[in-house]
């Protein structure tokens, strides 16, 4: 079964440091999304990204974050200074047609320090 | 703008016993609902999904959801819980092209 592959699985950043969170989607996949969950807390939507583009965003999407996808198969979060509070597990996750739902890697577990 | 509720915070149930847990989403129209579990320390994995046609969907696993649209419900349901159930559970609904997840139902199955 395809899977969505995410690396590191847990990586440890100073605050104000810059991060790269990489994801590689299923093959044939067209949307892409990153989602992030505080521990303890509800899973929560932060961008997606659809034809080389952000086609939504949350609130929690400030200049601090930015996405890309640099070569047709990965797709990135970098996040430019962080903040204690950015420490949480980032999820990504990609969908082919919208109604087939959606398929999650297993997440990067971002430690700011 | 879309929202989900889940009820139940924490279930504690004995192994055999029966399990429902409750979701219950805002919008009125059209609706694309997902069941997605977490097993400690795992990703998020798909047990189910609504799009349309029969509301009575099964999923993996043994679960299954009902989608009662006159009381905006898709409740996740199994007969008999294993101990290998326990897990962390989301509800979610498709909002335009993202998903708007409950903030999850812990369960707990002892032998």
């Known amino acids: 079964e395809p899977e969505v592959t995410q690396t590191p699985s847990h990586q440890v950043t100073q605050m104000g440091q810059e991060v790269i969170l990489r994801c590689v989607p299923i093959?044939?996949?067209?949307?892409f999304y990153w989602y992030r969950q505080i521990l303890g807390q509800k899973v929560e939507f932060l961008v997606s990204f659809y034809n080389n583009e952000i086609s939504e965003k949350s609130e929690i999407f400030d200049d601090q974050f930015s996405v890309e996808r640099p070569d047709g198969s990965n797709f990135t979060l970098k996040i430019r200074s962080t903040k204690l509070e950015d420490s949480a597990m980032y999820f990504c996750?990609?969908?082919?047609?919208?109604?087939?739902?959606?398929?999650f890697g297993s997440g990067t577990r971002l430690t700011v320090v | 703008a879309q929202s989900v509720s889940q009820h139940n915070h924490h279930v504690i149930l004995s192994e055999a016993a029966s399990l429902e847990l409750g979701c219950n989403y805002s919008y009125g129209g059209t609706v694309n609902l997902f069941w997605y579990v977490q097993y400690p320390g795992q990703h998020l994995q798909l047990l189910l999904k609504y799009f349309s046609g029969d509301p009575l969907v099964k999923g993996i696993k043994g679960f299954e959801a009902e989608f009662i649209k006159s009381k905006f419900s898709f409740n996740l349901r199994k007969p008999s819980v294993q101990w290998s159930d326990t897990a962390e559970y989301f509800c979610a609904v498709r909002s335009t092209d993202k998903l708007i997840f409950g903030t999850g139902t812990r369960l707990q199955v002892f032998p």
């Open positions: 093959s044939n996949h067209l949307y």
């Open positions: 996750a990609s969908s082919g047609y919208l109604d087939y739902g959606y398929t």
